[in-house]
């Protein structure tokens, strides 16, 4: 999948984040099944434990220490894996073989850093940042921004410096 069509499927996906989950906690939806490994760790997900890619599972260990509230999911296409590290939301996308696909963190403007925060501010001075959705395949990084003032609600892609307006609703509120 090239870095093009991964940007939209994740601009998808995380608008289907924010809508399906309809201001509920995911903790608010029922488990299908709940592990607690050795450690003492705590695997949610609506699949059972074995059913896991092994090498999607090690994966996931190895590249995302230190997390809470992991939650499982498997779809056709593979493995979703919703959890939260350092304060932040996160899901992270293996395929059906355990291969690493990519990783979204989502979070506010005052957590922002680098030359985005700054870059967007200077064009579109404005407007508040509202999510900021950081996706990485593990080579490379881009960032969605929800933008908003009192006509307004912009999605912006930024890519090695590049930023795209990529949809631009009228502010009803």
């Known amino acids: 999948m090239n870095f093009f069509h991964m940007k939209r499927l994740i601009l998808l996906s995380a608008a289907l984040l924010f809508i399906?989950?309809?201001?509920?906690?995911q903790q608010q939806y029922a488990a299908y099944a709940a592990y607690h490994d050795r450690g003492?760790?705590?695997?949610?997900g609506n699949v059972p434990l074995n059913e896991i890619s092994i090498r999607a599972y090690r994966h996931f260990?190895?590249?995302?220490?230190?997390?809470?509230?992991?939650?499982?999911?498997k779809t056709e296409d593979g493995y979703i894996?919703?959890?939260?590290?350092?304060?932040?939301?996160?899901?992270?996308?293996?395929?059906?073989?355990?291969s690493f696909l990519y990783s979204e963190k989502f979070y506010g403007?005052?957590?922002?850093?680098?030359?985005?925060?700054?870059?967007?501010?200077?064009?579109?001075?404005?407007y508040r940042i509202g999510v900021v959705t950081e996706i990485t395949n593990g080579v490379k990084t881009f960032y969605l921004l929800k933008i908003e003032n009192h006509s307004s609600i912009k999605t912006i892609s930024v890519v090695d410096g590049k930023m795209e307006v990529i949809e631009d609703l009228v502010n009803g509120g």
């Open 40 to 44: 003492g760790h705590t695997i949610n």
């Open 109 to 126: 403007e005052k957590e922002l850093t680098g030359y985005t925060g700054p870059d967007v501010k200077r064009k579109y001075p404005d």
């Open 20 to 25: 399906g989950m309809n201001g509920h906690t």
């Open 61 to 73: 260990q190895k590249m995302f220490a230190g997390v809470s509230g992991e939650y499982w999911q």
């Open 81 to 98: 894996v919703s959890f939260v590290q350092h304060s932040f939301r996160n899901r992270a996308h293996f395929d059906l073989r355990g």
